[in-house]
């Protein structure tokens, strides 16, 4: 039991089965009201990890929720690092700037790392709220909205034309879906190796949420009758006076090969009655962007998408490799978590690395958030040291760390949580 700003009492404590539906009606409310489908509680339901989840408690009435998924990130390297995936954050809108939020974000840190999980990830509602619990976004997703009749697809890899496209009933190749889905997953730092269970949310349908787009639609890349990728995406049929204007909207589109991701953007581009072509989270350096005939005509732009915490800073900076050799310490700050301030050195390359605390002078003065930020590889320190948000102390540290910090691929989401 604990006292608010006002004086009320509230109760923090962690989710009981029975209180679930109370305390997800508080998130929905909290969300703006609008009930989900029945399909979708139940997935939800099912979901959430009751021991892991926190809500607080005014009388019989839930103000506050949160929630943590165990998830496996793969970080820069291809390890598979368990990490905390905050989500189902909310408070009351009778209970605002009373500390519900900051109770429950003091609470659900101290269990993660009481876990043993180094990171604590999310994807933010309102960026602004978060930074000052040591979150920062750390990936990005690219959005597209393609005009078909004058783009065109051009250069295509070798063996597109070697790759059969045919239509398949989503649910019936689930299981062939999300077998390329995980072959895929060690490839790129920030993607999420899905937990039983998670497979159904690729095919949440609910008819209310479709906006007169069609039931979600599937075909198959195949291969010497292997499976080699998959697209997933609706059709909003629109007609106007000059004829047919559909859009066609991508849900999810993976791919084991450059020849089956062209197979699969060629038959997507040119599905008959669209004219264009709505792309949604995709990685910030998705192929399709070098075989568009206009970019321009694509109307590309950026949002932020997964938000990192070092929760165990040592544990997350030795558990990613490092593309170029770095050692370098730094000096950290951290005051929601006093545990990780101070100075530590980290050793790495492509092999490996150490983090250990260190006497040392500082080469590098920077906040958890900075680290957050850069450590799937998709934001660059020297950018955050050019922004004022990075000090170098010792003169070729931040380059050094900077270029260690680094991958190969741009770190993406592919789902939100």
């Not at 040592?314 to 301030?341: H, K, M, S």
Request: charged share 25%; net charge negative; hydrophobic share 40%.
């Amino acid at each position: 039991m604990a006292t608010d700003a006002t004086g009320s009492a509230t109760d923090l404590r962690v989710l009981r089965r029975d209180d679930w539906d109370k305390w997800y009606d508080t998130l929905i409310r909290g969300f703006g009201g609008v009930p989900e489908s029945a399909e979708e509680r139940e997935l939800w339901n099912s979901l959430t990890e009751i021991d892991r989840s926190l809500g607080v408690w005014d009388g019989d009435e839930c103000v506050g929720t949160a929630g943590a998924f165990g998830f496996r990130l793969t970080v820069p390297g291809g390890a598979s690092v368990p990490v905390a995936g905050v989500t189902m954050v909310s408070v009351a809108a009778t209970h605002r700037r009373r500390g519900v939020l900051t109770s429950m974000m003091r609470r659900q840190l101290d269990d993660v790392r009481a876990w043993g999980e180094p990171l604590a990830v999310l994807t933010a509602s309102e960026p602004a709220i978060y930074g000052r619990f040591g979150y920062a976004s750390a990936t990005f997703q690219l959005n597209a909205e393609i005009d078909t009749t004058r783009v065109r697809l051009t250069s295509l890899p070798a063996g597109a034309d070697d790759v059969r496209v045919r239509y398949a009933d989503p649910a019936d190749v689930l299981d062939v879906c999300e077998a390329v889905y995980a072959r895929l997953v060690p490839s790129r730092p920030g993607m999420l190796a899905r937990q039983p269970g998670w497979e159904r949310l690729g095919l949440l349908d609910p008819e209310g949420e479709r906006e007169g787009a069609s039931p979600l639609q599937c075909v198959l890349a195949e291969r010497d009758g292997e499976t080699v990728g998959y697209a997933r995406y609706r059709v909003k049929p629109s007609w106007e006076t000059a004829g047919p204007e559909g859009t066609v909207i991508l849900e999810a589109s993976a791919a084991l090969d450059p020849a089956a991701d062209a197979a699969l953007w060629r038959f997507l581009i040119g599905i008959d009655l669209t004219s264009s072509l709505v792309v949604r989270g995709r990685p910030v350096d998705d192929a399709w962007r070098h075989w568009v005939s206009d970019m321009r005509r694509c109307k590309p732009w950026l949002r932020d998408s997964l938000y990192v915490r070092p929760v165990e800073l040592g544990a997350a900076l030795e558990a990613r490799t490092y593309q170029a050799p770095v050692d370098v310490v730094f000096e950290v700050e951290d005051a929601f978590c006093p545990w990780n301030a101070g100075r530590w050195r980290l050793s790495g390359d492509a092999k490996g690395a150490s983090c250990e605390r260190t006497a040392d002078a500082a080469d590098v003065a920077l906040s958890v958030r900075e680290l957050g930020a850069a450590y799937l590889g998709g934001v660059s320190l020297a950018s955050l040291g050019a922004a004022g948000r990075v000090r170098e102390m010792r003169r070729g540290a931040l380059a050094e760390a900077s270029l260690g910090f680094g991958a190969d691929v741009a770190p993406w989401l592919p789902h939100g949580f």
